[in-house]
């Protein structure tokens, strides 16, 4: 029982808030008018909860992810690997995202997301990017300051792997910066490690407040395609994750790939956030014996650029907006669908909801005449799927990891790693 405490105890924590979070939301969801507004908060009062721990990640994050990135590749013997990994990785995200859409794009098929006439409110947008502004504010940004800040996650990132290549060529892992950035990451991740003891309380709040207020909408309009959604989910990361898991780290791969995938799934799901999910992705990755110049690379791109989730969920947003017009989605749109839900998910951010860019990209593309009545549509409806989404994506990071691996470290570095242990 001892044992069972000590490598369990903090699981089942989580898990009794989680569970205990939707309990408290189900017997007291919130109560809404005609319009949707919020009349009795209900079990939302609780929110407050979760967003205290989720700010304690994200103020962790940003110099957890630049120290990390700079570091890894400050550290390392040549400058060669470090672009390997960064290869390797990049065209890992492609291959699974790309899965991933053509999944969801069969199912969609199979189960029509809209039955008969689907009745819509206009809305409003506003002017959207140019492509070369998209550019530009999706991987730089126009002052240092502007770097330091979540919102910025990918701008960070490209200057800590810019930051880390200038520190190799300086002298790498022998000069003092490349000792100074290891040595802040160590002290980084110690404070995640007590930030994390505050996680059950933060998942019973987020969980309750969650529950409080989407449970009515998941039995409404939106049921079958959420329900749909969900499941698949569900089902690709049980279905799809053991068989890149089993491709990347060979046998028994599977059996430790679960044995630390609840941690990641159960964050990012709470969180609504890969970013959030990071420090979590990163301890996994560490417990598995993924080498620390693989995890500090492929776990922080991934919160940005490694995203299956969302490229599921851009396919159900344009497969629903086809029914809601009444078009088909055949095959020449859904190709363009895929290649558009695999690039556009390079473009997510790795905050909650995402910031609408994924849904307004989708919708100038296939529905620029239709605008104000898809865009609105389209946030709703990833609103409601975020929270599978982010699961999705960001346990999935910890996965591809294990791709990443085979192919910089040999496809035997588990099992050495598991001999090693013993």
Known sequence: MKKILKNYGFIIMMLTGVIAGCIVGAMFPAVKDGSGAVVEPGAMVLEPLGTVFIN?????????????ISSAIANMDSMKKAGKIMGVTVATFCVTAGIAAIIMYIVCRIFPLVQGQYEVVEGTVGETLGLADMIINFFTKPDFPELWSRKAILPL?????????????????????????ADVTGCIMNVVKIISFYAPIGFFGFFASLVANYGPELVGDYSRTLIIYYVLCFAYMFTFFPIYARFGGGKGAVKVMFSHLFKPAAVSFGTCSSVATIPTNMEAAEETGISKDISNIVLPLGATMHMDGSAMSAIIKVAFLFGIFGKDFGT?????????????????????????????????????????IAYPIA?????????????????????ASFIVARFVDGKNWLQKQMKAKK
């Open 379 to 399: 946030i709703a409806l990833g609103n409601l799927v975020d929270p599978p989404a982010t699961m999705v994506n960001a346990a999935g990071d910890y996965v």
């Open 332 to 372: 020449g749109e859904a190709i363009l669908a895929i290649i558009v839900a695999i690039f556009s998910s390079v473009a997510m951010s790795g905050i909650p909801g995402g910031g609408g860019t994924g849904e307004l990209v989708l919708c100038t593309i296939f529905f620029p005449d239709q605008m104000a």
């Open 56 to 68: 304690l990640m994200f103020c962790i994050v940003v110099p957890m992810v630049f120290c990390s």
């Open 157 to 181: 990132i490209v200057f800590a792997i810019l930051f880390g290549f200038g520190v190799q060529m300086s002298g790498g892992k022998k000069t003092m910066t490349a000792k100074l950035l």
